[in-house]
Antibody, heavy 121, light 110 residues
């Protein structure tokens, strides 16, 4: 069974840093590209970042470019998002999502349950 | 402001059919595949449609997708109260080098 479990969320002050993690199991993690997607309270989905299976290709949304860093550790079957210079507008549930096994079309076939990041003083 | 435009809400009666539109441009929908997701409150999104019109295993054929030009449509037939959820379209935007979502559509089954 494919499982994605996020952790590391919490309350952080504006300007602060936080690292969220995603533990993957039930599939060959090193073979899949991964993503972070966030959802602010009561709002829609916003894609945040993408990392290819071997970390050779990385993309970021303009809203986080220069502040967030995506990475992965295939030996630990884990995905990470280092978030620096956090702002109130970064408050959201952060989901990790796997690139689909059905297609290379950029869809996401498995999602974690999410971890809440709250940026507030 | 989302790159892809969806109606905020749609509604229909049980047993009826509803369609949800997703409008974009040549840099996203016009030249890339569209996927659709279903999300119930407090839960993670679920993939409903990939490659414009294909269903993952386990998704009933009441759900369908189509694409024409720079717009895509999700169709749901035989509506059930259990279909009440938020629905999102998504695709790749070649100009932004980013994956993008629509703003989401809340489906109400009256």
């Amino acid at each position: 069974e494919v499982k994605l479990v996020e952790s590391g969320g919490g309350l952080v002050q504006p300007g602060g840093s936080l690292r969220v993690s995603c533990a993957a199991s039930g599939f060959t993690f090193s073979s899949y590209s991964m993503n972070w997607v966030r959802q602010a309270p009561g709002k829609g989905l916003e894609w945040v970042s993408y990392i290819s299976s071997r970390s050779s290709t990385i993309y970021y949304a303009d809203s986080v470019k220069g502040r967030f860093t995506i990475s992965r550790d295939s030996a630990k079957n884990s995905l990470f998002l280092q978030m620096n210079s956090l702002r109130a507008e970064d408050t959201a549930v952060y989901y990790c999502a796997r690139d689909s096994s059905y297609s290379s079309d950029g869809s996401f076939d498995y999602w974690g349950q999410g971890t809440l990041v709250t940026v507030s003083s | 402001q989302s790159v892809l435009t969806q109606p905020p809400s749609v509604s229909a009666a049980p047993g009826q059919k509803v369609t949800i539109s997703c409008s974009g441009s040549s840099s996203n929908i016009g030249n890339n595949y569209v996927s659709w997701y279903q999300q119930f409150p407090g839960t993670a999104p679920k993939l409903l449609i990939y490659e414009n019109n294909k269903r993952p295993s386990g998704i009933p054929d009441r759900f369908s997708g189509s694409k024409s030009g720079t717009s895509a449509t999700l169709g749901i037939t035989g509506l059930q109260t259990g279909d009440e959820a938020d629905y999102y379209c998504g695709t790749w935007d070649s100009s932004l080098s980013a994956r993008v979502f629509g703003g989401g559509t809340k489906l109400t089954v009256l």
